[in-house]
């Protein structure tokens, strides 16, 4: 589900010579009522950030022309864009930023002329338009129609990158020839209790004896319409595995991925029966669901969620973070886990300034009960930063490569 309009960022089409103007801002009339016109008179391309996240978010689908930080109407301190202010600051510094001030802020301006802030008064709607005339002039002019149509063409698809030489036949022969395998992952505490928790993957041995990964064969079950087979035949082999070291007094718990075209009202009583006919304890299977599979349906993905936590297994979201509205969907869908996005956690090492935005995603997540796990962990300069910022699970190749046999004997050094 989208975020609601007046926070969400709306970004127009950008065309030859119209400025791209990023709207630092939270829920407040002013950038409407003084861009509007403007953006009819010159043909702004405009999106609106309120949040760390939806910062982040634009930043990404920059380059931006100017950023125009608004306080929120009324306040003396405006300490919440002000942090946002230093967070664009320290993430852009290249990027011009200019502050729009109403009556009664003017106490703001020595701290943010000290930032190298430009600053103009709300009530001169007139310098606002100097201004933004000013930046769209240093503007260059766009790509011409026939250049974008000429990389347009050349870009390939995600099916044509992966999957390749796989057909959903092949798929389906794997499955009757039991050609499929799962291997499992470590997830390591750093600030939870080190219970034996492993990812579960999955990997398909072509006709050729080639061991395939996801990314080869997954989007052929997809086109085959076989996804929904395939999670719960993981599943079936998760729960005996978990019944079998129950048996011997083991303790384990197995994280299994769902993919979005699973999303089905009787998944869960699946589920259930068999967690039943094992006589299994349901803490010990967490589901998880990528954020963006439950974006595109999210009443359904709410309701499931809900039905697997009254089983009492555990639920997870994961590529969190990514999105302008990953809190939104944090608060609806109440995960008891969510994995935070590689795009943030692959960035740390080479770029700080992604330090504080894990910080927000990890105290927002803890705010709404749910344990963080950083995933794609993969180097040792990475987990002093994520142990500083609060993350309760990390994995990835720098503890551990996914191996066929379970290692259940928890990391704990993995934080000294």
């Known amino acids: 589900m989208d975020a609601p309009a007046a926070s969400a960022p709306a970004t127009g089409t950008f065309g030859e010579g119209k400025l791209r103007l990023l709207v630092l801002a939270e829920r407040c009339a002013l950038p409407q009522r003084l861009l509007q016109p403007l953006k009819r008179e010159l043909g702004l391309s405009a999106a609106r950030a309120g949040n760390p996240v939806e910062l982040q978010a634009a930043l990404r689908r920059g380059p931006w022309d100017l950023a125009l930080l608004f306080l929120e109407e009324g306040t003396q301190e405006g300490r919440g864009m002000l942090e946002l202010l230093r967070l664009c600051r320290h993430q852009a510094p290249a990027l011009p930023v200019a502050a729009v001030l109403e009556e009664g802020q003017a106490t703001l301006a020595p701290s943010l002329l000290a930032q190298g802030v430009s600053l103009v008064a709300a009530a001169q709607p007139e310098a606002v338009a100097l201004l933004i005339r000013g930046a769209l002039r240093?503007?260059?002019?766009?790509?011409?129609?026939?250049?974008?149509s000429r990389q347009a063409a050349v870009?390939?698809?995600?099916?044509?990158?992966?999957g390749q030489g796989i057909t959903p036949e092949a798929v389906r022969a794997a499955l009757e020839e039991g050609r499929f395998r799962l291997l499992f992952q470590p997830i390591v505490a750093l600030h939870?209790?080190?219970?034996?928790?492993?990812?579960?993957?999955?990997?398909?041995?072509?006709?050729?004896?080639?061991?395939?990964?996801?990314?080869?064969?997954?989007?052929?079950?997809?086109?085959?319409?076989?996804?929904?087979?395939?999670?719960?035949?993981?599943?079936?082999?998760?729960?005996?595995?978990?019944?079998?070291?129950?048996?011997?007094?083991?303790?384990l718990q197995l994280l299994v991925k769902l993919d979005g075209r699973s999303l089905e009202p009787g998944l869960s009583v699946w589920v259930g029966q068999r967690l039943r006919e094992r006589d299994l304890e349901a803490r010990d299977l967490i589901l998880e669901l990528r954020e963006a599979d439950a974006a595109r349906d999210l009443p359904t993905a709410i309701s499931l969620l809900q039905r697997l936590g009254e089983l009492g297994c555990g639920t997870a979201l994961s590529h969190f973070g990514a999105e302008p509205s990953s809190l939104e969907r944090l608060e609806a869908l109440q995960p008891d886990y969510v994995k935070l996005s590689p795009s943030l956690v692959g960035r740390l090492s080479e770029d700080p300034r992604q330090e504080a935005t894990v910080r927000v995603m990890v105290q927002s997540a803890h705010q709404a009960g749910a344990k963080v796990i950083a995933t794609f962990v993969q180097e040792a300069s990475t987990l002093t930063t994520l142990w500083q910022c609060g993350v309760d699970y990390i994995q990835g190749y720098f503890l551990q490569r996914p191996e066929e046999a379970l290692s259940l004997s928890p990391v704990e050094e993995a934080a000294g």
């Not at 006709?207 to 929904?228: I, Q, T």
């Not at 395939?230 to 079936?236: F, Y």
């Open 192 to 251: 939870a209790e080190p219970v034996p928790i492993h990812e579960v993957l999955l990997r398909m041995r072509g006709p050729d004896g080639r061991e395939l990964l996801p990314k080869d064969f997954l989007p052929a079950a997809a086109r085959g319409g076989l996804m929904p087979e395939v999670d719960r035949w993981v599943l079936t082999r998760a729960c005996d595995l978990l019944a079998k070291h129950r048996t011997k007094g083991e303790a």
């Open 155 to 162: 870009a390939p698809s995600p099916e044509q990158e992966q």
């Open 138 to 148: 240093a503007v260059p002019p766009a790509p011409t129609a026939p250049q974008a």
